[in-house]
């Protein structure tokens, strides 16, 4: 029986502290300065995140496309931008375009996952619009295009003084991690972890982020060689909010945000209590099995007879 009790007693004992030794497998802590306010990987099919919509309008500018929110779909766990060959509006193309506006803050980092399509005069975007439209000298845009022999992607960013265009050398086509981390140190883009760009320039003006497919401006129309419809497709879309660790840094004076939909802004949970409460249900049973133990093999007195 003690034997018995051994065995079981070291079972239990490492099972408690096996949640010592191998924590629960957690995510990885986010980016210095950063803290997560969004995460979505579109596999509600048929829904846009919270904050999010499908636009519905002429583009400015010399665009030869209409957005429109049937170009805009969620599913197989992708949020698709197509671009048809169809006249509305007097355009003549319909394409697809979507602004988290629920997202809008001063400063934000923001990681996709994206494969855009393949062809000429196609312009897959990620935009960051200011919010108060008399800002309108605020909007920075990463602009990919994948023509064939000339695929490139062009970084445009405006503080209110000016605007700094970069281009980057492909190739762009297959899927890519793309981030745009935008700091009071710096407006940065990253393409698979490698920052392929950095402009000192930074504007302050709160601004929403967004995805778009447009035609007729940078890249061209598409012509017969480019097969129509075509999609820009994003796997996943996460979302970091400014908050520095350096007290040497500045903390940014903002306005409110709005971020609706949002991850939820305390701490992650804490697993210890829940750990120790485990311990301790263990220990208990221990203890209980060992007074069992005790109680069975301690000698006896015989019971005393009685004499009539």
Known sequence: MLRRFSAVLVVLTSAALSGLIFPERVDAAAPDGWRPVFSNSFDDAGTLPTGCSAYDGAPEGAQASYFRPEAVTVSGGHLSLALHRRTYGGKPFVTGEVRCVGAAQQFGRYEFRA??????????????????????????????????????????????????????????????????????????????????????????????????????????????????????????????????????????????????????????PNRHWSLWLAVSAVVTAALALFALVIHKTRPHRPKSSHRA
Not at 193 to 219: C, I, K, M
């Open 115 to 268: 494969l855009v399509p393949v062809g000429a005069g196609i312009d897959s975007m990620a935009l960051l619009r200011p919010v108060d439209r008399a800002a309108a000298q605020h909007g920075s845009q990463l602009e990919i295009m994948a023509k064939p022999g000339d695929e490139q992607a062009v970084v445009s960013n405006s503080d209110g003084a000016g605007t700094t265009t970069n281009v980057l050398t492909g190739p762009f086509r297959d899927w890519h991690t793309y981030v745009i981390e935008w700091a009071p140190s710096g407006f940065k883009i990253f393409v698979d972890g490698t920052q392929r760009s950095l402009d000192p320039a930074v504007s302050t003006e709160p601004r929403w982020f967004g995805f778009a497919v447009t035609t007729g401006d940078r890249a061209g129309t598409p012509g017969s060689s480019t097969a129509l419809p075509a999609e820009f497709q994003i796997d996943y879309l996460r979302i970091w909010s400014f908050e520095p660790t350096d007290l040497a840094t500045p903390a940014p004076v903002t306005k409110p945000s709005t971020r609706e939909g949002a991850m939820p802004s305390g701490p992650p």
